[in-house]
């Protein structure tokens, strides 16, 4: 991931959209909740336990819709900022593995000043070291800061990738509820629409929880990659520098 990617305005877009379809949701409900009240009002006195049916399937409903909006609700309270971890990543890049990098191709027994300005027995030492320094200054890149970066970079795109397919998901739930609407032009229908409406949530949560688990797994293994890469240091580091 980049800086210059637009991944940061993109992000905030589907947050945007998201919320966006969660009050397409709301309304939805809200619009089967009038007409249902609208229809069983029509319904005679002899007919209640039709109407107390009704009532049941409502009330799961509206528990099921609770589960929905508190789960939507946590997880958008700490939505993440795939912007944010992309340009850590860059900058562990840019300001430790690049600088590290370009001082490896700079330790050279020819670009070192040692044999015209240093003679003797020392000399001959420290030119003898001249390998383990350049290869601790690549390593600072190839062991550490890429690692951190790739890491931190994996979290990125998985958060993104996240409340993607949570978008994706709350498409599917409005249509599910569209579709719904049309089961219940009468009194008969509304067990038949209640329950399409339900399913829809819970398809919604199911799918909602692979993501969740698919997104904890890769921030776990991205915690990892931290733990062990600040942990371990440096293989390469000079013997004669331990």
Known sequence: MSTDSGVGG???????????????IGTKIEWFRQKIDSLLSEVPDMLSWV?????????????????????IDEKLAYA??????????????????????AAATRVTDGA????DCWQGPA????????????????????DFANPIAD???????????????????????????????GTIPTVVGIPAGTGMVIAG????????????????EKAGGAARTLETVTSSGLDTWPRFAS
């Not at 109407?51 to 789960?71: I, P, Q, S, T, Y």
């Not at 070192?112 to 044999?115: A, E």
């Open 80 to 101: 993440g900022s795939p912007h944010a971890l992309g340009a850590a990543a860059d900058r562990w890049r840019m300001q430790v593995g690049h600088p590290a990098d």
């Open 123 to 142: 000399a001959d030492q420290y030119r003898q070291r001249v390998a383990e320094q350049r290869e601790t200054l690549a390593a600072i890149r190839s």
């Open 10 to 24: 993109d992000f905030e877009a589907v947050l945007d959209r998201i919320r966006s379809l969660c009050e397409k």
């Open 201 to 216: 949530i819970l398809t919604f949560l199911g799918s909602a929880g692979a993501a969740t688990y698919a997104l904890t």
């Open 112 to 115: 070192l000043q040692v044999d």
């Open 151 to 181: 890491a931190l970079d994996d979290v990125a795109w998985a958060i993104y990738a996240f409340w993607t397919g949570i978008g994706g998901a709350l498409v599917g739930l409005v249509a599910t509820i569209v579709g719904a609407a």
């Open 51 to 71: 109407v107390d049916r009704v009532r049941e399937g409502w009330n799961l409903l509206v528990g099921k819709l609770a589960e929905l909006w508190d789960w």
